[in-house]
């Protein structure tokens, strides 16, 4: 099985990967953009994810090889790499076990460590969502707000949301799954995995994803890595501040 993209412009192969509970749409406005310089953007769905396959294996050993074989699929080879969160630890993996297969790599506001589970109340609002008595977005948001406070983060996760069939929401992503494998989802880079060619980490000034604690393991993991901080910007930097975020990117890439 093979993973869902939408595939954006035309040039040199770079491939986006989406964080936990999102989809490669998020991205879509930033992919138009790269796609100006001269790049071919696959914004690409992860297993159990947007428009991709469901399945019971959920770990990013999985999804590092469902990117081999994605780039396998598609003829994709000295790729560009960006991941975010999630995104970023399956990048991590794929780089550092298949090195030959990317170019250089992006990883933004996460570390090679492991981290602790925090997405519990996200997982239990999502799970409370009754399709049998929601029938418009409105309504699921308004029920998603007791759980989770922020309307970005509930904007973010309400994307999720389609038309099973007429009169009927559902969401695409596989929350069984997800929800009984979310510790997989803190889970550390191995420890002797190691990519030397250029990798670019963007972290967040308002997020803690990354601390000083973790430039010594980013470098360890990393040593050919640089690490810049976009301002005015947390977790969801890319969205929060697209301008920077994409001045990064392509300075990087360029």
Known sequence: MTLHSNIIGKGKPFIILHGFLGMGDNWKTLAKQFSESNFEIHLVDQRN???SFHSDDFDYEVMAEDLKVYCADHNLKDIILLGHSMG???AMLLATTYPELVKKLIIADISPR???IHHDAILEGLSSLDFSELKTRGEADEALSNYVDETGTRLFLLKNLYWVKKGQLGLRMNLEVLKDNVSEVGEALPIHAIFEKE???L???RSEYIGEAD???IHRHFPNSEIITISNAGHWLHAEN???????VVNFVS
Do not use: C, N
């Open 242 to 248: 697209p301008e920077d975020f994409y001045d990064a």
């Open 215 to 217: 430039e010594a393991i």
């Open 199 to 201: 990798t670019l980490f």
């Open 114 to 116: 492991y981290y602790p």
């Open 49 to 51: 994810h947007g428009r």
């Open 203 to 205: 972290r967040g000034d």
């Open 88 to 90: 970023g630890k399956t």
